[in-house]
């Protein structure tokens, strides 16, 4: 891309998402978010009303009486984006791509950081590990990042969540609130995102398109699979091969659904046909809510 056309681009999305940031999404990240980030401080014996997640099992064992852990709040935390860079992510039937709307949410959920004076950092993946950048405070660090995500190359193709997540539980050992962010359309990820939900606050966001779930029926076509480079012909007059196309879709979006419930860590889907801003602000609201 042109550095004048990428340029545009950058300061396109960054007047849109710091305007979301400053005036819908600062309050609620601030409150769906704090207190998540928090340090060990000490046990004391359980008293009626405390959470029960928070309950010390070894001391309570040793003792006798339940005891739970003290917590106090980080003044700073960190956030860290997960981000699929893998093929699949340019596919968009409606108004915008996945890959573009990702982008915006990115840029989102990092200005709506620094404005809370908490650092940010980026791990880009596809069936590999593409690009890391260390978390950092400031404005011209989340230009950066949203440089990147408009003009970033990936070499692999693919999805590989289990190397994203399993690189990024080696790379950042304090606690964190992390996106991940991708489309899920593939498997073998749920060790790594347990032991990463275990470490930090855990957020998946799933970019979803609704072509994905059904195949039109407009005859014989020659596709593409953006993963594999494979071209070959489809009969979408075939009932089956809809119905095969519709149970694939749904069997990744299951695994997902389950593997996040198993976990504990929250998941929030945004289809290309409505507003993430509208999502991303319903999702916040109900963390804020107890």
Same mark, same amino acid.
């Given at each position: ?55 010390? &099992? ?172 494979? &071209?070959? &012909? ?57």
């Amino acid at each position: 891309m042109e550095t004048s056309e990428l340029l545009k681009k950058v300061r396109k999305i960054e007047i849109k998402t710091r305007g979301l940031s400053k005036h819908l999404f600062s309050g609620e990240y601030h409150s769906a978010f704090k207190g998540r980030g928090m340090s060990f401080s000490e046990v004391r014996s359980y008293q009626y009303g405390d959470d029960v997640r928070n309950i010390d &099992w070894n001391v309570t064992a040793r003792t006798g009486e339940p005891y739970v852990k003290v917590f106090e709040e980080e003044r700073e935390l960190t956030v860290m984006l997960l981000v699929d860079m893998s093929r699949s992510l340019s596919f968009g039937a409606v108004s915008q791509v996945k890959q573009e709307i990702l982008a915006e949410i990115c840029a989102v959920i990092a200005f709506s950081a620094i404005n809370n004076n908490d650092k940010v950092g980026v791990l880009f993946f596809s069936d590999r590990i593409e690009l890391f950048i260390p978390p950092k405070k400031g404005k011209q660090h989340i230009l950066r990042i949203i440089r990147e995500l408009i003009d970033f190359e990936p070499k692999g193709s693919g999805t590989n969540i289990a190397v994203a997540l399993e690189y990024f539980n080696n790379a950042i050992k304090k606690r964190s609130i992390c996106f991940l962010l991708s489309d899920f359309m593939t498997k073998s990820y749920e060790v790594p995102l347990r032991i990463a939900s275990q470490r930090h606050d855990l957020v998946g966001v799933q970019l979803t398109d609704p072509r994905e779930r059904e195949l039109p029926d407009v005859g014989l076509i020659y596709a593409e699979d953006a993963e594999t480079g494979e &071209w070959r &012909w489809i009969d979408t007059s075939s009932a089956r091969v809809r119905k095969q196309y519709a149970r694939n879709y749904l069997e990744f979006s299951a695994y997902c659904r389950t593997v996040f419930l198993k976990t504990g860590a929250d998941i929030l889907s945004i289809s290309t046909n409505e507003s993430y801003v509208n999502a991303l602000l319903k999702f916040f609201q109900k963390r804020i809510r107890p």
